[in-house]
């Protein structure tokens, strides 16, 4: 199955509104299975991109291929099989919540009318909101709202879930249920394509990333290999300070300090070099480590690097 | 690209007619307090013209007012007639501009478009369903000023068989069956007005500009068919049979009317259908 | 990714019914291939029709040069108006719709469909009835024989209609109308056949009159006869000077099956006032019976002046003041009184009424004159009324002699 490898292929994709590129010559290739982080900061053309994907808007050039048909010439057949939340959730507001999910069900033409109950239920409690089942949607709350787009993404078993900010507006416990929730699919086997501008939030659920800025794709792989484009760090709490530094520049690092008397971090800058080789040489000369931490944080300077932009960390 | 034979596989289940989506989107449209409030103000032109009656009835037939509005004293029967030529010209349009127009606007505006098509809908597979629910708001909002006037009218006034134009008499059946045949010209009446108000709906994300352009546009046809230096233009409106009902009143009944009415809406909805359809299939949904 | 062909349906659309609308037409006005007749033949042909059913439309229009009445007699949707004045100008004015529906020469009903609203005129063996539906008023006539009802209906009708005999108001059947008209032949009319044309989807023979008189206003008179029946499908009138035809009368649709005999049977509605219009034995009785109770100034003949289409008719003085007309001071109030106002009248109706009457009169030397494309009418200053396919000029200088 050597065309079936990409649940989503673009190629030199391009959507100009008048003379503004907002998507400009993105190639993309999200791989069956993964979980894929498509990440970019607000206005870098993502939500352009999924649009394009899904054949809400025409490309201006370029190809796209979903599953396993050309978007949008296949829409009919390949739609069915993906299930997608853009831009956040879009409501009834004078539907109860059930009601919503049978309206979009029922847009389908191949879901059967005969399990559309049941469906829309299961897709209710996966997403946790069965008790507010038949509450009017315009009494959901915002976190409410977005468990239902989600849920609207689960009607059907779907081969591609895309997903656009799907922890927008959600509490720390809903985050945390979505993470699960997406965790739990991609056990499944489905291919997950989450757009977010959270660098953490893609670090903790994706095996895969895609960065975009300014409309640009401007790095795409997997998380190691993102990472080791950057360097990683460490950071040492220890009494022995002194002995901690000349370890450090022994094994070629140049250590860093803080102005306190028991930390010292150092980037990984020499090659091959790993943190836990680093905690066995300090731990041979007989520092006394209190505290050792190996960050990864430097996907965020890769980022920062790559976008020219600062990312919210925080949840 | 050999996996192009695979796209073809996911056939769950049948029903690509749309009949599913035709009930769903029917359903979404009774549910709505604005649906329910249009056909209730619809339901009260009968009722205060039948009240108003009553009240003032002092025998005095003055020959002014609406069509058939002198009969209801001799024949609760006729409330439905005098209702139906109030709101013709001004109540129906309203309405059916303010459905027509939300069509698709109205999911735009709220955001539900995107869903329904990357469901997906189809997009020529929704504008017919959504014709077709205004079209079956435009039988209903008809049926409710018929239906309404003839039961306030068999309230208030005494009832019996029904003087047509001709001078013929009919018997209640035979003219519940002309209510009805009524009811369906009026409704095929305001089809070209659909079908423009879908249209406008395509163009625009804010559903009350699209309605108010629908409704704004059923006044100036109506005030060009009244301008008689016009009236070379007057056979290709789409308000020019909007009164032409009454040729069901004759007897033997003609169906002149019925027939150029017909053929004309026709028309509106293939230029505008097709209009609609160019917009629509061509469209970037980006709201 | 160019997606402009979907905009292709909704270029063709417009342009298929456009050009669908002009073949239509084309259709409509290809002249059919008929076996040639002689004036004499195709009247003879007409003759034989008479006995003929069919039911259809008869569009009727007139392009009499008068203000259009249409929009202040019936506002749409609106007042019901059945002044027989104002009813009047409507219809000569205006555009009309009839569906007719004939069986031999003793069975007809007649509906004049206005909006909202209908008149009928139903004729069987024993009764004549006029029915409208906006008075709810019906007039009946025991037929004691055909041709005397016919006669006493034509003169409730004109009654009804109008004050002014020489105007067509009611549209009748074409086989009526062509009747009427070829019944005024003489040596001053040229008759011929003037080639074929469709009417209403048949094939028809044009019969064509021509005034071989220079003072008339009557330009031609064309008859479509049908090829097939003989039943004349369209007759149609020109004006002198005006391009378009001054009074047309035609099917747009007609059907030679014999329509349900039910359609020739009335029954006047149980809230409708009927009024029994006597027998011409009764009315000669009651004539006889009361002649003090008559009007003086009345039965006064009127005079004819001249002959062939230039005939002028005089009515001697008095009769303006007996119709209600006192235009002598040339004053507009007088107008109200030809609308025989009635209580409960909209006096907008009435004064847009009189205020196109006395649009449409012009005053001239010695009265006040009302000048249609083809026919004239002079009230003098002393009373009298001059009418005739004449011009107004012509209606001046006979009033002087």
Redesign the interface.
């Known amino acids: 199955m050597s065309v079936g490898d990409y649940a989503i292929e673009t190629h030199g994709l391009t959507k100009a509104f008048g003379r503004q590129k907002a998507v400009d010559d993105v190639d993309l290739a999200v791989p069956r299975g993964t979980v894929f982080g498509f990440l970019g900061p607000n206005g870098s053309g993502k939500t352009t991109t999924i649009r394009m994907l899904l054949g809400l808007a025409a490309a201006s050039s370029g190809e796209i291929r979903l599953l396993d048909g050309g978007m949008p010439k296949h829409a009919r057949t390949v739609l069915p099989r993906v299930g997608a939340l853009v831009e956040g959730p879009a409501i009834y507001p004078f539907l109860s919540g059930r009601a919503n999910l049978q309206r979009f069900d029922a847009a389908d033409r191949h879901t059967s009318p005969a399990t559309r109950n049941a469906r829309v239920d299961a897709a209710l409690e996966r997403v946790g909101l069965s008790h507010a089942a038949t509450k009017r949607a315009h009494a959901y709350s915002l976190g409410m709202k977005q468990r239902l787009g989600i849920a609207n993404a689960l009607l059907a078993p779907r081969d591609l879930l895309i997903l656009d900010e799907p922890t927008n507006g959600l509490d720390p416990q809903g985050t945390r249920e979505v993470r699960h929730l997406i965790k739990s699919l991609s056990d499944d086997g489905t291919t997950i394509f989450v757009s977010s501008h959270l660098l953490a939030e893609v670090e903790q659920m994706c095996s895969m990333i895609a960065v975009m800025s300014a409309g640009r794709l401007v790095a795409q792989g997997t998380l190691d290999e993102l990472r080791s484009g950057g360097t990683a760090r460490v950071r040492v709490t220890t009494p022995d300070f002194a002995d901690a530094h000349r370890v450090l520049s022994g094994l070629g690092l140049t250590p860093e300090l803080h102005g306190r008397d028991d930390v010292i971090t150092a980037e990984l800058s020499v090659q091959g070099l790993l943190p836990e080789s680093v905690n066995a040489a300090l731990v041979r000369a007989d520092v006394r480590v209190r505290g050792f931490e190996a960050s990864g944080a430097s996907l965020e300077d890769r980022f920062v690097a790559l976008t020219g932009e600062g990312f919210d960390v925080a949840g | 690209m050999p996996a192009e034979s695979a796209v073809a596989s996911p056939s769950r289940a049948g029903g690509g007619l749309g009949l599913t989506l035709l009930v769903s989107e029917i359903t979404v449209l009774f549910r709505r307090l604005r649906t329910w409030a249009m056909i209730g103000a619809l339901a009260l032109i009968p009722i205060l013209i039948a009240v108003v009656v009553r009240v003032s009835s002092d025998g005095s037939a003055s020959g002014r007012g609406p069509a058939f509005l002198n009969s209801i004293t001799q024949n609760g029967l006729f409330v439905s007639l005098t209702a139906l030529t109030v709101a013709i010209p001004l109540f129906l349009p309203l309405t059916i501009g303010v459905v027509a127009g939300d069509t698709i606007a109205g999911e735009a505006n709220l955001g539900t478009l995107r869903y329904l098509l990357v469901a997906p809908a189809g997009r020529v597979r929704l504008l017919l369903v959504k014709y077709a629910g205004a079209a079956l708001f435009c039988f209903v909002a008809t049926l409710t000023v018929v239906v309404t006037g003839a039961i306030i009218g068999a309230l208030l006034f005494p009832v019996g068989p029904v003087t047509l134009l001709s001078g013929d008499t009919v018997g209640i059946p035979g003219y519940f069956v002309r209510l009805l045949l009524l009811a369906l010209y009026v409704t095929v009446s305001l089809m070209g007005l659909s079908a423009i108000g879908l249209f406008i709906s395509t163009l625009t994300t804010i559903p009350v500009g699209a309605m108010a352009a629908t409704a704004a546009l059923a006044a100036v046809a109506q005030i060009l068919g009244a301008l008689p230096q016009l009236e070379w233009l007057h056979p290709w409106l789409f308000t020019n049979y909007w009164l032409g009902f009454a040729d069901l009143l004759r007897e033997p009944i003609v169906w002149n009317s019925f027939a150029d009415n017909a053929l004309l809406q026709l028309g509106y909805i293939a230029v505008f259908g097709t209009l609609a359809y160019g917009r629509f299939s061509t469209k970037d949904i980006l709201s | ?1 160019n ?2 062909w ?5 270029g ?3 342009v298929v ?1 456009v050009a669908a609308a002009v073949s239509g037409s084309a259709v409509a006005e290809a002249q059919p291939q008929l076996p040639a007749k002689t004036a004499q033949e195709l009247l003879e042909f007409v003759a034989t029709g008479a006995d003929d059913a069919y039911s259809g ?1 008869v569009e009727q229009s007139s392009n009499l040069g008068l203000p ?1 009445m ?2 202040v007699a019936t506002p ?7 002044d027989p004045t104002s009813a009047a100008l409507e219809l000569l004015t205006g555009e009309h ?1 009839a ?1 007719i529906y004939v069986d031999g020469t003793d069975r007809a009903r007649v ?1 004049v ?1 206005d ?4 008149r ?1 005129v139903v004729i069987n063996e024993n009764d004549a ?1 006029y ?1 409208d ?1 906006r ?2 008023e ?1 007039t009946h006539a025991v037929l004691p024989d055909k041709d005397a009802t016919r006669a006493q209906l034509e003169a409730k009708l004109q009654q009804k209609a109008a004050e002014y005999p020489e105007l067509q108001n009611v549209p009748r059947t074409p086989a009526e109308l062509a009747q009427t008209f070829l019944a005024t032949i003489d040596p001053s009319t040229e008759v011929t056949v003037d080639g074929t044309s469709r009417v209403a989807g048949r094939s028809a023979y044009q019969l064509l009159l021509t005034p071989e008189d220079s003072a008339t206003l009557i330009g031609s008179i064309a008859v479509s006869v049908d090829s097939e029946t003989g039943v004349p499908l369209s007759v149609s009138i020109e004006a002198k000077g005006q391009e378009e035809a001054a009074f047309t009368a035609g099917f747009s ?1 007609v059907d030679f099956t014999t329509p ?1 005999p039910a ?1 020739f049977q ?7 006032t009927v009024t029994e219009a006597p027998t011409a034995d009764e009315a000669r009785a009651k004539l006889e019976a009361t002649p003090e109770a008559m009007p003086a100034e009345a039965p006064e003949k009127p005079d004819i002046i001249g002959e062939g289409w230039s005939t002028i008719v005089e009515l001697p003085a008095g009769s303006a003041a007996g119709l209600g007309l006192n235009l002598g001071s040339g004053e507009a109030a007088g107008m109200g009184e030809i609308m025989e106002i009635k209580p ?3 006096p907008e109706d009435v004064a847009g009424a009189g205020a196109l009457l006395e649009q449409a009169l012009t005053e001239v030397d010695g009265g006040r004159a009302l000048q249609t494309s083809l026919v004239s009418v002079l009230v003098t200053d002393d009373g009298r009324i001059l009418a005739g396919a004449v011009g107004v000029d012509q209606l001046v200088a006979a009033s002087q002699q």
């Open positions: 990714m997606k402009n979907r905009w292709l349906p909704a063709i659309v417009p019914i439309t259009d249409a929009g749409p949707g609106g007042t019901s108006s059945s719709t569906q509906q469909l909006q909202l609203a209908e009928d009835w029915y539906s008075s709810n019906a649709a349900d359609i009335f029954t006047p509605p149980a809230d409708a409960g009248m909209d």
